[in-house]
């Protein structure tokens, strides 16, 4: 429905008219077409499993054919049908100043046209590192190519540097598909409703201690019994992969004390919100403002600027213990890739004070016009802020952990979701996962957001029987 040629920006007459059109009908009606996505998800189901590289993005959940994307432009995705949408996904985080930014492709074919990996130390590695020193508590970083391969690593450096192996975690916290980290992991493993630990040796998972968020008792509890055995805690600095469900004030600055008490290592897991949640991440909103500062830390996601990159790193002194310094081996043959750190740095010097407002200010104007039209179509919702992250869960009352995060209307949010996505507007395809704005979410794009909103509210409404 939204063809192609009707989307351009330089025409938003005819395609605010289009848009008119649609809402008349959409309610009943879906008019986009999904046959050429539908054929290629038929091609991809007979070659990858579930047709997917990443099981999200497969819509279980919501039933449906994923869309193919076959090009993205600032806040816009166009799918192999020729229709676009508002992407609020922005590649599940990374993509903080929009898809396909003329500064950030200009940097990324300059570092193409210079060859793309040289297995040696490279000038952008350092600078990229260098940005994040600035902005994080962090005094070294070692990069990888992949959020997974952050915790995994982090965790490493852990046990090695304590002696230690225990791991605590919490239900509903997603690190990665890292073994004793799959535990009641949120996000794909939640949305899947799988057991978190198939595959998994029983060893790994045994060495795994899963509380539950927000409980300090349970924290207390945990070290009191194992606390000599604990080499880490290991958080979500707010956490976004059950949705949104923010840290209760003072909890991070407790677990790190915690930890301490104890000779265990806190490690805050920022590959979803370092650089994303405020321009210091989830630190930003807590540890900054409090003083007190994580052992070690994890990012990704955003610092990749669109490519495979992440870090991990803390302190100089627990860093140290890592290769070729210290005993802790750790390596990776595109780590620090010339083309992915020069995207990285470019994204990071672009995400100025400007646009953490711009991204806080287009946030809080969606999630208010969720709040207002779900509220008139009588849906129960509950919309959770952790700076720019938000999230909106089809239920009465806050979600503090896991447990509560599970009792939603997974049917509200799927017809939800899909008469937002036959309007243009592409959501995460789960009830669990954190909404993302980019710069480029303009006035336009908020407003299309906003005309899908009645027809969308009004079919989670049925769906959920209110
Ligand atoms: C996405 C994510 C990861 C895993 O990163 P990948 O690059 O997908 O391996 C780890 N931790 C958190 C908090 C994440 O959101």
């Given amino acids: ?24 009908t959409s309610a009943t009606t879906p ?30 959940a919501v039933g449906g054919t994923p869309r193919f994307i076959t090009s993205a432009s600032g806040a816009w995705l166009t799918d192999a049908d020729g229709n676009d949408y508002v992407d609020l996904i922005c590649s599940w ?33 350092v600078e990229l590192a260098e940005e994040i020193v600035a902005r994080t508590p962090v005094e070294r970083v070692r990069f990888v190519s992949s959020g997974t391969e952050a915790t995994m690593s982090a965790i490493r450096l852990a046990r090695g540097a304590t002696g230690r192996d225990l791991v605590v975690k919490f239900a509903g916290c997603y690190h990665g598909h890292v073994d004793p980290l799959l535990a009641e ?15 998994v040796p029983a060893t790994a998972a045994a060495e795994t201690l899963v509380l539950p968020y927000n409980d300090r008792e349970a924290v207390r509890a945990a070290f009191a ?17 059950m949705g949104v469900v923010p840290p209760a004030p003072g909890f991070n600055a407790f677990l790190a004390e915690t930890c ?24 930003g909103l807590d540890g900054a403002v409090e003083g007190w500062t994580p052992d070690l830390m994890t990012f990704g996601k955003v610092m990749g600027g669109g490519f495979p990159a992440a870090a991990f790193g803390g302190r100089a002194d627990l860093m140290a213990h890592l290769a070729p310094e210290g005993p802790v081996y750790q390596a990776g043959t595109l780590s620090g890739n010339p083309v992915a750190t020069t995207a990285g740095l470019a994204t990071l010097r672009l995400a100025t004070a400007e646009v953490y407002a711009h ?18 179509a009588g849906v129960p919702h509950v919309v959770q802020v952790a700076g720019t992250m ?68 009004l079919a989670a409404a049925t769906a959920g029987g209110y």
């Fill in 1 to 24: 429905m939204h063809s192609r040629d009707a989307r351009g920006h330089a025409d938003w007459g005819s395609f605010a008219s289009l848009r008119d059109n649609d809402r008349v």
């Fill in 31 to 60: 008019t986009t077409t999904t046959a050429v996505s539908q054929a290629w998800f038929e091609r991809a189901r007979a070659v990858t499993p579930g047709g997917v590289n990443s099981p999200v993005r497969a819509f279980t």
């Fill in 93 to 125: 985080g990374p993509m903080l100043l929009g898809h396909a930014h003329p500064d950030v492709q200009a940097a990324v074919a300059g570092a193409v046209a210079r060859g793309t990996s040289y297995g040696t130390p490279t000038e952008p590695e």
């Fill in 185 to 199: 992991a949120g996000s794909g493993v939640a949305t899947l409703a799988v057991p978190g630990t198939s595959g």
């Fill in 225 to 241: 019994t194992h606390g000599p055995r604990i080499a880490c805690l290991i958080t979500e600095a707010s956490p976004g992969n």
């Fill in 260 to 283: 301490r008490a104890h000779g265990a290592l806190f490690i805050s897991d920022e590959v979803m919100t370092g650089f994303r949640a405020t321009a210091q991440g989830g630190w």
């Fill in 359 to 376: 991204l806080d200010a287009t946030a809080h104007t969606i999630r208010a016009a969720v709040s207002e039209h779900l509220q008139v």
């Fill in 390 to 457: 938000f999230s909106v869960f089809f239920r009465d009352g806050a979600v503090r952990d896991f447990a509560e995060a599970s009792r939603q209307d997974t049917a509200a949010y799927a017809a939800f979701f899909h008469s937002m996505l036959d309007q243009g507007v592409y959501l995460p395809p789960s009830a669990y996962e954190a909404w993302f704005v980019s710069a480029a979410h303009d006035d336009r794009a908020v407003q299309t957001i906003i005309d899908a909103l009645p027809a969308a509210a």
